[in-house]
């Protein structure tokens, strides 16, 4: 054979093996950071992953050299762990990522498919099966602000149910407490609250322009009782010192006892008091296993009080109230662990 004959047939020989285009490699998928590459049996059944294969050990997904989303199911078998394959459609596996983000069960189930769409079983070597390591997330269901400080932040409207909004108009308020959960349902607090508002448009014809403010310093405690697995009852109960301030002015003004030129005055009062608190929370999210929650309630409290708001010195008539006061309020909010 000539020479030139044996080159032409070793580059013959050569070419398809420099000219074949290199297939991809296959891609492990993260169904979400908290279960990592591997889930495991405890963690599809907390998901409601496969929920059809009870006896399932493991599921690894992954994007094929072809493109196409595969669960690699991992089941116990006679002779060794056997593999199942299964095509998971785009639309399953993003509704499957937005649930395990928002803490809850997979909303989209996969039925058992047509044989066209399962692949066929192989053995799969035991030195094939990965390790696990990393934590599981807790469902929003199971968190629980258990023995932890928990913040308590509220924002509502309130308003006088006696004499005293005669001079008052109805109130904003906010409401700011921590407490420590003293087991999963029962939290004792320490709180402030601060409403504010304005004097009725007579009361500043007589008195001069002002506003209106009730501040509160509660210790209480608040307890709940589950109504579904995100929903609970809650009711709450406190007492404290109360004060309500009444502030008004001008270069001539009315004040508590008579007229005073220049300035401004102010009227205080305060005593101790007490209030009740009814309401529901509903869980939002979870972290670390701490849950949060939003608050909404309707609150109740009432405290002692002076009498006399103001007195006309020539005519001796003396604008008065009740000897107490109360006020009924709404309010919306957060609770979440620090």
């Known amino acids: 054979m000539r020479p030139n004959s044996l080159l032409l047939m070793l580059l013959a020989l050569t070419l398809p093996a420099t000219t074949a285009r290199a297939v991809p490699a296959e891609h492990v998928l993260t169904l979400h950071a908290s279960v990592g590459e591997v889930v495991d049996a405890e963690e599809a059944a907390r998901w409601g992953i496969f929920p059809e294969l009870s006896d399932l ?16 199911i991992t089941l116990p078998g006679a002779d060794g762990p056997i593999l199942r394959e299964r095509n998971v459609p785009a639309a399953t596996w993003i509704s499957w990522q937005a649930s395990l983000a928002s803490g809850e ?9 047509p044989p066209g769409l399962v692949w066929p079983e192989t053995a799969l070597r035991a030195d094939q099966i990965e390790p696990r390591d990393d934590l599981p997330v807790i469902p929003v269901s199971e968190a629980t602000l258990e023995d932890t400080w928990v913040m308590l932040f509220d924002v ?27 087991g999963e349902r029962f939290t004792p607090f320490l709180g402030f609250q601060a409403g504010f508002g304005d004097l009725q448009d007579d009361f500043e ?10 501040y ?12 579904s697995p995100r929903l609970d009852a809650v009711a709450a109960v406190a007492g404290g010192y109360y004060m309500r301030s009444l502030r008004w002015g001008g270069t001539v003004f009315l004040g508590p006892y008579g007229y005073v030129q220049g300035g401004a005055a102010v009227r205080e ?12 929370q509903y869980a939002l999210s979870a972290k670390d296993g701490r849950a949060r929650y939003l608050d909404v309630g309707v609150r109740l409290e009432r405290f002692g009080a002076d009498r006399i708001v103001l007195t006309d010195p ?18 919306v909010g957060l609770v979440f662990g620090l």
């Open 57 to 72: 050990s493991q599921v690894v997904f992954v994007r094929t050299a072809a493109g196409v989303l595969v669960a690699r």
């Open 205 to 214: 014809d007589i008195a001069g322009d002002g506003k209106s403010a009730v």
């Open 156 to 182: 509502g409207y309130k308003r006088s149910d006696t004499r005293f909004r005669d001079y008052f108009t109805d109130m904003m308020m906010v409401d700011l407490a921590v407490g420590y959960a003293m």
């Open 269 to 280: 009062f305060s005593d101790w008091g007490g209030s009740v608190k009814l309401g529901f």
């Open 314 to 331: 020539e005519t001796d008539i003396s604008l008065l109230a009740d000897d107490h006061d109360i006020w009924a309020g709404v309010s």
């Open 216 to 227: 509160a310093f509660e210790l209480g405690a608040r307890a709940t009782a589950p109504l």
């Open 105 to 113: 069960r997979v909303t989209t189930t996969l039925a058992s498919p």
